[in-house]
Antibody, heavy 127, light 109 residues
Framework: QVQLVESGGGVVQPGRSLRLSCAVS????????MHWVRQAPDRGLEWVAL????????WYTESVKGRFTISRDNSKNTLFLEMNSLRAEDTAVYHC????????????????????WGKGTTVTVSS | EIVLTQSPGTLSLSPGERATLSCRAS???????LAWYQHKPGQAPRLLIY???RRATGIPDRFSGSGSGTDFTLTISRMEPDDFAVYYC??????????FGQGTKLEIK
């Protein structure tokens, strides 16, 4: 059974740091890219970061560049999100999601979907 | 950066009724990279539709997606009690960033 379980959330003061983890099971992590997506209170989903299957490429949404770092330990089947210089606007439920690539029939293009998600871990940034 | 605008914000329906959700893009985009997700409070979001019209694995055929260019639609042919949730359209190009619409909430009438 494919499963993603996030942990590491909590209440933290502005300017402090927090490290989130996403433990995966039921599949081999090193075959997949992985995302972090967040949902602030009473807001919609917001993509945060993506790491390639081997960690060779990383992308971030503009508002977290220079503060957040996505990483992975494929040997431990775990994805991480290191969050520094936290702000009140980073308060959210953070989900990890698996990136699956599937060839578009008859083309050289690929679908890139978030096909499995975790339930999330809550981060609250408050003094 | 492409902005996705979903409408309506909230849709009140009874079980058995048809739901039509709209997602409008600020510029024309490739349907290859347009997806729809379902999200219930406290649960993991679920991929419903990818490539604008392809159902993900295990998704019932009452869910369908359509559209091209700037206008995309998610249709639920007959609402079931389990379908009341928030629905998001999502787009990405050949590389990030990924963009979500603001969501449409389907509530029981």
């Amino acid at each position: 059974q494919v499963q993603l379980v996030e942990s590491g959330g909590g209440v933290v003061q502005p300017g402090r740091s927090l490290r989130l983890s996403c433990a995966v099971s039921g599949f081999t992590l090193n075959n997949y890219g992985m995302h972090w997506v967040r949902q602030a209170p009473d807001r919609g989903l917001e993509w945060v970061a993506l790491i390639w299957y081997d960690g060779s490429n990383k992308w971030y949404t503009e508002s977290v560049k220079g503060r957040f770092t996505i990483s992975r330990d494929n040997s431990k089947n775990t994805l991480f999100l290191e969050m520094n210089s936290l702000r009140a606007e980073d308060t959210a439920v953070y989900h990890c999601a698996r990136l699956v690539a599937a060839r578009v029939p008859g083309t050289i293009n690929y679908y890139y979907n978030m096909d499995v998600w975790g339930k999330g871990t809550t981060v609250t940034v408050s003094s | 950066e492409i902005v996705l605008t979903q409408s309506p914000g909230t849709l009140s329906l009874s079980p058995g009724e048809r739901a039509t959700l709209s997602c409008r893009a600020s510029q024309s985009l490739s349907s290859t990279y347009l997806a729809w997700y379902q999200h219930k409070p406290g649960q993991a979001p679920r991929l419903l539709i990818y490539g604008a019209s392809r159902r993900a694995t295990g998704i019932p055929d009452r869910f369908s997606g359509s559209g091209s260019g700037t206008d995309f639609t998610l249709t639920i042919s007959r609402m079931e009690p389990d379908d009341f949730a928030v629905y998001y359209c999502q787009h990405h190009g050949s590389s990030p960033p990924y963009t979500f619409g603001q969501g449409t909430k389907l509530e029981i009438k």
